[in-house]
């Protein structure tokens, strides 16, 4: 798996995760305070901005307490955290309209930056708020296999879809990079 | 500061600056989460009480017989009202309006959260072959849930009802409309059931106004087809 992933999974969470949905107090505690930051780092790649991400890491770690039970170990717990997380970030997007103004955001930064000499002085953050402003599926494709470098089979099982939809969604993504870029 | 730009933009991506959350935030919300988990504590997979019902807080007897006069109250009551009679059953875009139950119902707006049943009732899952729905019933509302394959709830609809009613999942289907796939659910209590049209975007199931008012009072998942079908044609 990926580098930073271990730090939501392994075989501690796992366990952490059975001791919680047998109602362990102190498991759960554990859980969630290891889990944080992964929420957070996840929620922040999606929306771009701490505040919001805070807030997404805030709903997810609720529906943790509460919905835990719903996670049935047929996946891992890592790639069950990325979708919820995921999702709850794109509910908070469409709940805020904030994906339109990223899509101004990046119309006006491909307007403003035309030539590759631009392009190259381009900082991270611009970069990856264009990402950000892809469609929802080539998005969360670039930010789980270039941003989490996960593979794209682990990608499509957090994106429920096929290993070659990965690749369609990367393909279609670089090619809309390449014009907003 | 800067990074560079490769030809293909996805091979040298720079790294993504993840900033530090507040650490205010982090315990406030560590703590809320964990006093949460403490008042309600998460239950495994599957133990949910099967076919656990809450009818007038009373016995299934009592709570059949409850629902009966209920249901034939409610119907009789709308029978009879002039406004039902006189008016069309879909006089505006909203499913709520198309039958005699759930006449409150809410779609909840577009893109905003719902305020989270699943935090404070348990889910009364329901199974129709692959698919997997589910229901919960607070004092003065209910939702309707999908569950896709990773178990993960999507919230459908969310409705008001009285305190006294829990409504239920009778029946689903999944069919195709116009190359779409649309989710039919039909629910409600006692007799006062309808069927509800939820069509596939991008964003998961969607409830559709229109496709509602083509399916609530279907007799069966075999009748919605047929209409949804007859609604392609027909369009």
Redesign the interface.
Known sequence: MLKEAAVADGPDVEELVVRSQRGDQQAFNRLITSQYHFIFRVAFRVLGHKSDAEDVTQTVCLRLATSLSSFDHRASFTSWLYRVTMNVARDFLRAQGRRKRLVDGAAVLASEHVNAEQDAQRPVEDIWSVVRSLPEKQRDAVILVHGEELSQEEAARIMSCKKVTVAWHLHNARKALRDLL | ?????SH???SQ???????E??PG??Q???A???Q???R??????G?HKPGRRVFFGRTWMEAILGAGLVSTACVLALVLSPAFLMTPLAPEPEPVQTGPIRTEMMVPP????PL?L??IVD?EPYTNGELRLGVRNADDRFALYH???????QQLLEGRKGAAEAVSIFDAVLAEWDGQQVLAVRSGFGDLQRWDAFVET??GFEVSAALSRQIWDAADAAEVEQRLAAAVSGS
């Open positions: 500061m800067n990074q560079p730009v293909d933009p996805l991506l720079p790294p993504d600056r993840i900033p959350p507040s935030h982090v406030e919300t560590i809320a989460a964990q949460l988990f403490a309600q504590p998460v239950r495994m997979p133990s577009q893109g905003v959260q989270d699943d935090m889910l569950v896709d394959e990773q178990g993960l709830e991008r964003f």
